[in-house]
């Protein structure tokens, strides 16, 4: 979990000098023929279909009301430099920090997209399931008494 990389692998963390670097590489590897429900499987700490099923029939509901690229980066910032405690941020600012970590870890990880070819309804489908499975982990890191599925993209 990048989290935890961050906080324990990089000098810094908890203070404004914390500098980020590539984000770690996933565990797994996937195959041309993967969909949306292998990335989830692949990538979430503890698969879960109905949570799975879930988010992906909102995904499309959510339009316009989620944060933008700069305010997702903006707590980004906030939530994996350690400036602010996961306990003391609402769902959907945890959420968007680990919707761009996973914008991320898509961006500095090729492997991850390269069997999807230039399909742009895979790549998107891909990109999403990512997303998910890392809120989901962000998740439960919080402790904060909600599901992960409330935790926003």
Not at 16 to 43: C, E, I, K, M, V
Not at 48 to 64: C, F, H, K, W
Not at 83 to 106: C, F, H, K, N, V
Request: hydrophobic share 35%; proline share 9%.
């Amino acid at each position: 979990m990048a989290y935890d990389y961050y906080r324990s692998s990089l000098p810094g963390w908890g203070t404004s000098q914390f500098q980020f670097t590539s984000p770690p590489a996933p565990a797994f590897r996937p195959l041309p023929s993967w969909g949306g429900l292998d990335y989830y499987n692949a990538h979430a700490l503890n698969p879960d279909p109905t949570l799975y099923n879930t988010v992906t029939s909102r995904i499309g509901q959510v339009g316009a009301l989620g944060l933008g690229r700069r305010e997702a980066r903006y707590w980004h910032r906030r939530v994996y430099s350690g400036l602010s405690p996961l306990t003391q941020l609402l769902p959907t600012d945890i959420g968007a920090a680990a919707a761009y970590e996973a914008y991320r870890t898509w961006k500095h990880n090729e492997f991850l997209y390269e069997p999807l070819g230039a399909d742009p309804v895979r790549l998107r489908e891909g990109l999403q399931r990512v997303s998910g499975n890392t809120v989901d982990a962000q998740g439960t890191l919080t402790d904060c008494g909600l599901p992960p599925k409330q935790l926003r993209l």
